[in-house]
């Protein structure tokens, strides 16, 4: 899967975030390196178990049974926007993704109204993680 269709799939998933709560609304699409995409976004609610975007993505992939991942992109805005913000995977998800990926997986944060990139790897964004 090239990465502007990965793109495409994480903004269309954004538009199905529940975050009447943050007004931010964000989409992910994690790919593995089969090919196969995974939509995600964020899911809160009025307690504290909501659920970020990535780790929806996740989630979905990991209960399919896939486990080999290549990258991921995350796209985020508040609910009208054009133009999405640089948003990146926060600190619950760094530690998630950490435990389930390769040195070499990308995080892909698309932002601006060109669709920018930039490109972390889980290592820039989580050096030294825990990892069991
Ligand atoms: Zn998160």
Do not use: H
Request: overall charge negative.
């Amino acid at each position: 899967m090239e990465l502007k269709d990965a793109i495409q799939i994480a903004k269309k998933a954004r538009l199905n975030a529940r975050a009447s709560g943050s007004n931010y609304y964000v989409g992910s699409c994690l790919v593995t390196k089969s090919g196969k995409a995974y939509s995600g976004c964020n899911i809160e609610n009025c307690g504290i178990q909501s659920i970020c975007a990535e780790r929806t993505a996740f989630v979905k992939a990991l209960s399919e049974g896939e486990n080999d991942f290549s990258y991921i992109v995350v796209v985020g805005a508040d609910k009208d926007a054009n133009v999405l913000d640089n948003c990146l995977p926060c600190g619950y998800c760094r530690q998630f993704m950490v435990q389930y990926v390769d040195d070499d997986f990308k995080i892909y944060a698309c932002f601006g109204e060109n669709d920018t990139i930039e490109e972390y790897s889980i290592c820039d964004l989580l050096p030294n993680a825990f990892k069991f």
